[in-house]
């Protein structure tokens, strides 16, 4: 049914429950599957005063990213590998993950994104705010989501 899936990890253990789903789906469906996890870029802090961090503290903070991206697709990979299958992984910079999500399914031509949710609702979850609330509104590709 599904040939090519999209999932989505922010290196979190709700986030591998959605990771574990997708992998027996894919595995069953024999699809492919893209797993993909989105950290912000760097923005300017807009101290009073013209000051602005500096390059060392920007180039720490990138480092700092980029490393737990890594490890979230590591997980990733280990994850599908003890699945069985094999993944393609993919570190995306934007300043809007829901965005960046949907582009990406674009982009890979994807049947399905599979995301988890913290389940959050209330108060917490209006404050907080929902990546995987505002994927599944604005995404014109069907999306499971996991709990």
Known sequence: MYKNILLTTDGSEFAERGLVHGFDMAKAMSSKATVMTVT???S?????GGWTDSPSFIERFEQEWKEYADN?????????SHAAIEIDTQH??????????IE??????SDLIVMASHGRRGLKGMLLGSQTYEV???SSVP???VR
């Open 136 to 138: 599944v509104t604005r």
């Open 104 to 109: 990406k399914a674009k982009e890979l031509h």
């Open 72 to 80: 979230a697709l590591a997980r990733s990979r280990a994850l599908a």
């Open 143 to 145: 999306v499971l989501v």
């Open 40 to 42: 912000t870029p760097y």
């Open 44 to 48: 300017v802090s807009g101290l009073p």
């Open 92 to 101: 995306v910079i934007a300043p809007h993950p829901a965005a960046a999500i």
